[in-house]
């Protein structure tokens, strides 16, 4: 394409943020590995998606840039962080990587907004609305962490509980209208 629309700054970020989403996909994978070494079958493959999720993240990066005239600078991705202590430490981890994330994409979108790029800035709302959802999905991995796992009598039976009441009808057969 011979009409670049972004402008070099915002190249430059757009591309920082596609090896930041190749990085992320770095960080679920070395996790979800430890996660199925450990016998967290359940665990890693939920990291093994939100993997899968990254790289999306990453290749919606590469299209975008190339849609708007860009170029792709692809870089080297550091090598994932050390594997968790546990799968608290883990969730708490990913949470801060979410967070980190999160705040990057805001640079972006503040860019845009400064440059007046709308179509940065409604691309990179799509990220904001993506980060709101993973940082309460983690969050709410940890509550069910801290409940299953805490050294308190009966959290096993209360994290049950709360799975069936998420499967749960909303509604009640009252006595009259029970069939006999």
Request: proline share 2%.
């Amino acid at each position: 394409m011979e009409n670049k629309r972004i402008s070099s700054k915002m190249e430059k970020m757009l591309n920082e943020q596609m090896t930041r989403e190749a990085y992320q996909a770095q960080v679920y994978l070395s996790y979800g590995c430890w996660a199925e070494e450990n016998s967290f079958v359940g665990v890693s493959q939920f990291l093994y998606k939100h993997m899968q999720e990254e790289r999306e993240h990453m290749f919606k990066f590469v299209k975008y840039i190339l849609d708007r005239g860009g170029s792709i600078n692809v870089d080297s991705i550091k090598a994932a962080p050390k594997s968790p202590k546990d799968i608290g430490d883990c969730l708490q981890k990913i949470l801060k990587h979410e967070i980190d994330n999160s705040n990057e994409i805001d640079k972006i979108v503040n860019l845009a907004h400064e440059e007046k790029d709308w179509a940065t800035f409604n691309f990179g709302q799509w990220f904001v609305k993506e980060q709101i959802e993973e940082e309460t999905l983690i969050n709410e991995l940890i509550d069910k962490y801290t409940l299953a796992s805490k050294e308190t009598k009966d959290n096993a039976n209360l994290y049950e509980m709360d799975k069936d009441l998420a499967k749960a009808s909303q509604e009640a057969t009252i006595p009259r209208e029970e069939q006999i």
